[in-house]
């Protein structure tokens, strides 16, 4: 258990729909960091909050957004789905931005 | 753009056979080679962490060493409980993003 908790652990939509990914880092992480992971692109970085301020930016869609709380939790909301949005979303967290990254057990996503 | 390959894909092997994974990558400014465990529909699990070349690191039957162009996972005598996918990813740059490679899916037979 790395300590970092993902909620839900599956979700099923619709194309079109818009769900919210939630993330609680480990104890006393400052840094969120989402993935996504899909059977033909790999893991992919999306995008980093350190200490409720986006860091850095991956390969996020336009449709796609997140933010970082203060308490640290994170959200990551997708919007107006598509069947190609079907893939497991990962988060990670670290104490600091060059520090080892520790992962979620993910959400998968499954958009119909 | 920071690149990482790994080799082979996949990866057969019985138990007690050792064997290596390798990684190559190229990052401008390398601030991390990173090595994951990952099992199917699970996140992926740390392992290590290598800083600069010559570096390495063991963990039970896992060792991990490191280069300027490219890291190995070395597994000796492998158990079933090995079987897993091997993921390696870089940090580097200014910016703090993790790229992976696609990963060695290592399958360990009794």
């Known amino acids: 258990d790395s300590g970092v908790t993902q909620t839900p652990k599956h979700l099923i939509t619709a194309t079109g729909q818009r769900v919210t990914l939630r993330c609680s880092p480990r104890?006393?992480?400052?840094?969120v960091y989402w993935y996504q992971q899909s059977l033909d692109q790999g893991l992919q970085f999306l995008i980093q909050y350190y200490n409720g301020e986006e860091r850095a930016k991956g390969n996020i869609l336009e449709r796609f957004s997140a933010q970082q709380f203060p308490d640290l939790h994170s959200e990551l909301n997708l919007s107006s789905l598509e069947l190609g949005d079907s893939a497991l979303y990962f988060c990670?967290?670290?104490?600091?931005?060059?520090?080892?990254?520790?992962f979620g057990p993910g959400t998968r996503l499954l958009v119909l | 753009e920071d690149q990482v390959t790994q080799s082979p894909e996949a990866l057969r092997l019985q138990e007690g056979e050792s064997s290596s994974l390798n990684c190559s990558y190229t990052v401008s400014g390398l601030r991390g080679l990173f090595w994951y465990r990952q099992d199917p529909g699970k996140g992926p699990e740390f392992l290590f962490t290598l800083y600069s070349a010559g570096e390495e690191k063991e963990k039970e039957r896992l060792k991990a060493t490191l280069t300027k162009k490219e890291s190995f996972l070395h597994i000796t005598a492998p158990k079933p409980e090995d079987s897993a996918t091997y993921l390696c990813a870089v940090g580097g740059g200014d910016d703090y993003k993790l790229s992976f490679g696609a990963g060695t899916t290592v399958t360990v037979r009794a």
């Open positions: 104890s006393g992480d400052l840094s």
């Open positions: 990670a967290s670290s104490e600091r931005d060059t520090e080892t990254q520790y």
